[in-house]
């Protein structure tokens, strides 16, 4: 199995642009999470789906952000606009049932907002 | 504060030693997760502990419980400089509503 998928790996952008990350999850896996990292802060969950559905979105930082899971395969997080404090590195991870189970996850978006 | 705290924030040691990592936690869990995070990488999960187990071993990886205490140690035995890198508690609260909740992170450094 490739593993969970993200892209870009690296994002520079300036503020005010909008912003796109993608997540492919591992095949048959139910659950996909959302989390962020930085240094000041750890890594957050913003917001995680379980048979794409958002269970709990209580993360998300502001309605500037986004999330969707239009199918089992594919998710999406964007942030319009982006602000220089959206810096940080987004991972997205999955798991195979639920978000009790082991999460695996992805080599992470390194976003820098100018 | 962080449902899951690592204690210490970071440590140095050399090559062959064991290197021991504490995680306290405030509520009830379902279970406790390690993970280990190289340098610009993903997180990786190491070893789940359930709330009803007191210790788990997986290779050189040897986890314990207290849930009296609500702490988990893990202890990583005759260790490489590959296993620099940043490792993570994670718990699963009891609740209609839990999550995995990720403490700060331990750095190790361990010195050729």
């Known amino acids: 199995d490739a593993g969970v998928i993200q892209s870009p790996r690296h994002e520079v952008t300036e503020m005010g642009q909008e912003v796109t990350l993608r997540c492919k999850p591992i095949?048959?896996?139910?659950?996909l999470f959302w989390y962020r990292q930085t240094m000041m802060r750890g890594l957050e969950l913003l917001i995680y789906?379980?048979?794409?559905?958002?269970?709990?979105d209580s993360g998300m930082p502001e309605d500037r952000f986004s999330a969707k899971m239009p199918n089992a395969s594919f998710s999406t997080l964007k942030i319009q606009p982006s602000e220089p404090r959206d810096s940080a590195v987004y991972f997205c991870?999955?798991?195979?049932?639920?978000?009790?189970?082991?999460?695996?996850f992805g080599p992470g978006t390194r976003l820098l907002v100018l | 504060s962080q449902q899951g705290e690592e204690d210490p924030q970071a440590l140095s040691i050399q090559e062959g030693e064991n290197a021991t990592m504490n995680c306290s936690y405030k509520?009830?869990?379902?279970?406790l997760q390690w993970y280990r995070q190289n340098s610009g990488r993903g997180l990786v999960h190491l070893i789940l502990?359930?709330?009803?187990?007191r210790e788990k071993h997986s290779g050189r990886l040897r986890v314990t419980l207290d849930t009296s205490k609500k702490s988990s140690s893990l202890l990583i035995t005759a260790s490489r400089a590959a296993d620099t890198a940043s490792y993570f508690c994670?718990?699963?609260?009891?609740?209609?509503?839990?999550?995995?909740?990720f403490g700060k992170g331990i750095t190790l450094s361990v010195r050729p």
């Open positions: 991870a999955s798991s195979f049932r639920s978000v009790k189970e082991t999460q695996y």
């Open positions: 095949s048959g896996h139910n659950s």
């Open positions: 789906f379980n048979n794409n559905v958002p269970i709990d």
């Open positions: 509520t009830s869990i379902n279970n």
């Open positions: 502990i359930r709330s009803n187990e």
């Open positions: 994670a718990t699963d609260t009891i609740g209609a509503n839990s999550k995995l909740t």
